[in-house]
């Protein structure tokens, strides 16, 4: 190689791990912008399917924890023989949706930001083309579920239900319960318990902390689809030339979150890192988070083109001409320029804080 082509290559590569560490703050630009137009009535940019589900997602969380929490404050209430309280409680006409969001509380960024997410994932995830890997064999997970290793069958079988309990729940109109992390639902039950007490009432007040302790104390963050694939991704421990494919049939079996979550685990990004560069229709720091995982140029091509179809913002034209670059990035490079989103999720969220206050 001349000393002109190793020069340009580097100069290359520096161009394009720049680019893909300025999309960290461009997705903090991008979901302040998302916040804003959910709110706004008219187009912006969010398309339309996904500003409604997005509402609708947000109705049905709110909701559901509404009627648990009333129903359960109405059954201690009359428990104690306070009939005209429970009924008061369980006939309450609140629109907790609209007080919420008149306070600004839905605005909050950690709470859009893992709604944002976790609704672009299940509509790419509804999006992709099926078998990628052009298989006639069964779907990868119910595959993994029949293995030797019980472990990885356990985790396999489990992740299934999940899914399927969120898929059901999705088509029929529904909110399956446990769809937010321990944090969320935690800052959320409160936020309604709030909402629904209406005229000051010792009593009232008493029997919705009951109920919201119970609510709290029966959710399972471990139980999310999520965190399933994070526990099913770490029992199959896949090696370096398993990975691609492992992650080409999670696609081809529209499981994008075994596609995270095997992802992650190869480059040491926890889900929500791994979630969030996925989730990029530019795709600079996924290219990178594929090539640090060791992926060939076949295989970054197909996964490519597999997201492209589900995701119309991705421009599988640009990558088409950049895919020769992309694949002679270095491994060790590609770690290196990742490596800021290995940090521990609430250092970078302060980081992220901090950042957003200097820019003002």
Avoid: K, N, Y
Wanted: hydrophobic share 50%; with cysteine.
């Amino acid at each position: 190689m001349s000393v002109g082509q190793d020069h340009a290559e580097r100069s290359s590569l520096g161009t394009r791990i720049s680019a893909a560490r300025r999309l960290g703050a461009l997705a903090d630009l991008r979901l302040s912008a998302a916040i804003d137009d959910l709110f706004r009535s008219d187009a912006g940019a969010l398309d339309e399917r996904l500003r409604l589900t997005l509402r609708t997602t947000i109705a049905g969380i709110v909701t559901g924890i509404e009627t648990d929490l009333r129903r359960h404050a109405a059954r201690v209430l009359a428990g104690r023989g306070a009939d005209a309280l429970a009924e008061r409680v369980l006939q309450g006409r609140t629109d907790v949706v609209l007080r919420l969001s008149r306070a600004g509380l839905i605005r909050d960024r950690l709470l859009m930001d893992e709604l944002i997410a976790q609704v672009r994932c299940d509509l790419l995830a509804e999006g992709l083309p099926p078998a990628v890997a052009g298989s006639r064999q069964a779907s990868v997970l119910v595959r993994l579920a029949e293995v030797d290793d019980p472990v990885v069958a356990a985790a396999a079988r489990a992740l299934l239900a999940a899914d399927a309990g969120r898929r059901t729940a999705s088509e029929a109109g529904g909110i399956s319960p446990g769809r937010l992390s321990a944090e969320r639902h935690h800052q959320l039950i409160w936020w309604v318990a709030a909402a629904i007490r209406g005229d000051d009432d010792v009593e009232i007040d008493h029997a919705i902390v009951l109920a919201a302790q119970r609510s709290l104390a029966a959710h399972d963050e471990g139980q999310r689809p999520e965190a399933l694939a994070v526990r099913l991704a770490a029992a199959i421990d896949a090696r370096p030339d398993e990975v691609g494919d492992l992650l080409i049939e999670s696609l081809g079996d529209r499981r994008l979150v075994l596609f995270v979550a095997v992802l992650g685990r190869a480059i040491g990004l926890d889900f929500d890192a791994t979630l969030g560069i996925v989730l990029e229709p530019e795709g600079d720091r996924l290219w990178l988070a594929l090539r640090a995982a060791g992926l060939d140029r076949p295989s970054i091509a197909r996964i490519a083109l597999a997201l492209a179809d589900a995701d119309p913002r991705r421009d599988i034209e640009t990558f088409a001409d950049d895919l020769d670059d992309i694949a002679t990035v270095p491994d060790d490079a590609a770690r290196s320029a990742l490596a800021p989103l290995a940090l521990h999720r609430d250092l970078r969220l302060a980081i992220d804080a901090l950042a957003r206050e200097a820019a003002r």
